[in-house]
């Protein structure tokens, strides 16, 4: 998950990049990823691996996977050495938490992935914002935004959709972007299907005859289903009045 989903798709626009030298440092980190988990999965996965260690170099024709050195987690030491700073490592981290957000922004109002949208973000500090902009290509790709504004007194004139991550909050402008009043009553009809939901389950669990004879898996399994309606209630809800008023 943390290389593909990440690392993997944070890279692409180093790869496509016209910095041969960040390229090359990038291409060799994926590498060297790579060998480390076909060497973790061969003793489950071991034709698989031991065609994919020699597809991609990493033996010659008379080694074999079984025989390479196991991988052992680098010293602090090393890590240092090899260049890697533990605040940068941070930074990645809730930068991800930003993209996460930004992303289910977009999920929530129903906006196509691939839509490029304008996104205003108020880091939690000034640092932030710096580290923010001198990041902002590889933001814009990940967000498929347009426009970012990153300014930590950035205050929306009126009610527009927004979630906290990490790094501070990120707002969406919907002006333009979506069809308010057709939206709201979208997600008032949802709220109101999800409300049904959990006042028909409310009824069954009020029921102590159904509560007592009931197998405890049944109940459970309904009590499970209440906390999620209930999600779902809330999140409509917030929905709904984040593009009120």
Known sequence: HRCCDRYVEYSKVVLYGEDRRQRERTLRIMHYVLSCAIRLLHPVMPYLTEELWHAMGYGGDDESVSRAAWPVAETAETLAGWGVNPEAVAYVDDKHDLIRVGRMLRSDYTIPPSKKINY???????????????DMESVAALLRAEKIEVSTSFAPGKAMPSGVSRLGTIYMPV??????????????K????????????????GNRNFVDKAPPEVVEQFRRSRNESVEQRDKYARLVEALSG
Request: negative net charge.
């Open 190 to 205: 949802q709220l109101a299907k999800v409300q049904e939901e959990v006042s028909r389950v409310d009824a069954k669990l």
């Open 120 to 134: 205003a973000v108020k880091p939690v500090s000034e640092a932030l914002a710096n580290l923010l902009r001198a």
């Open 175 to 188: 002006d333009g972007l979506i069809d308010v009043a057709s939206e709201i009553e979208r997600l008032k």
